[in-house]
Structures are given as structure tokens and as C-alpha cells.
Nanobody
Framework: QVQLVESGGGLVQPGGSLRLSCAAS????????MNWYRQAPGKERELVAA????????NYADTVKGRFTISRDNAKNTVYLQMNDLKPEDTAKYYCNARSWPTDYWGQGTQVTVSS
């Protein structure tokens, strides 16, 4: 059974940091590109960060470049999203995604709220 379980979300003040984790099971984690998406109320889901299979390349949305860092540990079947200098506009539900065309797996999401 495929599972992607996100954790680490919560309420944080502007300028604060959070580290999201996504634990994967039920598939060959090391063979998948891993992505973090987010969706704010009333908005479309957007790609925040992506990391290739062997961590050789990462990509970020312009809105988070320089503040967020994606990483993966293939030995632990886990992908991380370190989020620094958080802003109110980062408030959203964050989703972990595993992709190896044509297969797509999604987690249930973890809520991040940035507010004073």
C-alpha cells in the first residue's frame, strides 16, 4: 500500500521557520522525483519545490527561492522541505508528491499557517 505521510506543519509567526517531512512507503522511493506542492484557500495547487532522484537538481517556485530548501534521504524514504523567513502568503496546505511518469502519488497534506 502506497503511503505519503506529511508532518511538521503548524502555526508560525512571520519570519519563523518550519521543517516539513514526508515519509514514503509502498513504492521504490529512490526511483521517483519528489515534489512539494501547496494550495491556499481559493487558489490552485502550485508547485513549490522539486528534487530529482539522486538529489542532483532542485527547482523552486520564484516565490520561495532563497527561503525554502528541499532535500531527500533515500535511505530513510523521506523528503524534507525546510522553510525559512516564512511570510503570511506562505499560508497553505502543503502536499508531498512522488512522480515517475505515468505514476503520481499524493499525501494528505499538512497545514502551514503564518500569522502573528
Amino acid at each position: 500500500q502506497v503511503q505519503l505521510v506529511e508532518s511538521g506543519g503548524g502555526l508560525v509567526q512571520p519570519g519563523g521557520s518550519l521543517r516539513l517531512s514526508c515519509a514514503a512507503s509502498g513504492f521504490t522511493f529512490s526511483g521517483y522525483v519528489m515534489n512539494w506542492y501547496r494550495q491556499a484557500p481559493g487558489k490552485e495547487r502550485e508547485l513549490v519545490a522539486a528534487i530529482t532522484i539522486f538529489s542532483g537538481q532542485t527547482n523552486y517556485a520564484d516565490t520561495v527561492k532563497g527561503r525554502f530548501t528541499i532535500s531527500r534521504d533515500n535511505a530513510k524514504n523521506t523528503v524534507y522541505l525546510q522553510m525559512n523567513d516564512l511570510k503570511p502568503e506562505d499560508t497553505a496546505k502543503y502536499y508531498c508528491n512522488a512522480r515517475s511518469w505515468p505514476t503520481d502519488y499524493w499525501g494528505q497534506g499538512t497545514q502551514v499557517t503564518v500569522s502573528s
